[in-house]
């Protein structure tokens, strides 16, 4: 296989904000080794692996208890490498699954047996060539009874379209990366103020406060974002979740790094309450519920 990219950091720093006891680090992926886990054929990038041994070390240079692995696109709807990686955790990943919408029950029941807990609708056309609306709902309304929620990724520009679609799902529904708004208007920006509109519509919309090297383009330090997001995470506290997205799916143009997105976390999350919120409690509940409030 060729033209293979790598899009993570190879010696990130240890951060200076220690996460409480329990963290979890609820948005990352892993990729292959594709030796055993082919990359699917529709796959819009082809990057080197990524696999769970890399995503632990990682995990636990950075301070964190667990992670929840979200199938990376570039896999398609196999879920086998991310269930090995749960498989291989002892206990400490969970994951959200991309699935076909032909999908069966034992299927999906098997899926909730090796630890996927969600599935996730991508509507990003430079990652997935068709999101058929109805055929996701139909998935959603089948995995209610398992107890999972819905994991969407989009972009701003297409919150008004969606939200009737968002509307219609039946369970929880998480908002990878905000809906990657424009974090440079500010707090109080057409996009931010769009997507608070959104989480006050339903009670059980939640939100990733991820991704600050995607969505701030002026790089590091990533003030827009902290000044952008901080208001979002004290305002939903009960309904934010965070992540490292290692190993950075398509950022080798800007590969952040992973000590740097750690040290964002109390830019965001001002109050240790808040932190605990945002890294624990609220991951735990979804992701852990039989754990929750164990750690």
């Not at 089948?142 to 989009?154: D, P, S, T």
Request: charged share 25%; hydrophobic share 40%.
């Amino acid at each position: 296989m060729t033209d293979r990219i790598v899009s993570w950091h190879g010696d990130p720093s240890a951060p200076r904000f220690v996460p409480p006891p329990g963290a979890v680090d609820a948005h990352c992926h892993v990729f292959g080794p594709v030796s055993k886990f082919p990359f699917s054929e529709k796959a819009k990038y082809l990057p080197e692996d990524a696999g769970p041994e890399m995503l632990f070390a990682l995990r636990d240079h950075l301070g964190f208890s667990r992670n929840v692995i979200v199938q990376a696109s570039c896999h398609g709807t196999d879920n086998s490498a991310t269930l090995n990686a749960i498989a291989v955790s002892g206990g400490k990943a969970r994951g959200v699954a991309v699935v076909d919408p032909g999908i069966s029950d034992a299927q999906l029941e098997a899926l909730h047996e090796g630890g996927m807990r969600g599935v996730r609708f991508n509507f990003l056309k430079r990652l997935v060539d068709n999101a058929p609306k109805g055929k996701f709902l139909e998935v959603a309304k089948r995995i209610e009874a398992l107890g999972w929620h819905v994991v969407v990724y989009f972009e701003a520009e297409i919150l008004d379209e969606l939200q009737p679609f968002l509307d219609a799902i039946p369970v929880p529904v998480v908002i990878d990366h905000m809906g990657r708004p424009d974090v440079s208007r500010g707090p109080d920006g057409s996009d931010m103020e769009a997507f608070r509109k959104l989480l006050d519509s339903r009670d059980d919309f939640w939100f990733k406060a991820t991704c600050p090297d995607r969505l701030d383009a002026a790089g590091p330090p990533w003030d827009a974002f902290a000044n952008a997001v901080a208001p979002l995470v004290a305002d939903y506290s009960d309904r934010c979740l965070w992540g490292t997205d290692w190993p950075h799916p398509n950022m080798q143009n800007a590969i952040p790094d992973d000590g740097d997105i750690v040290d964002m976390i109390p830019r965001i999350a001002t109050t240790e309450e808040i932190q605990r919120k945002l890294l624990v409690e609220n991951p735990m509940q979804l992701y852990w519920p039989d754990l929750a409030g164990s750690d």
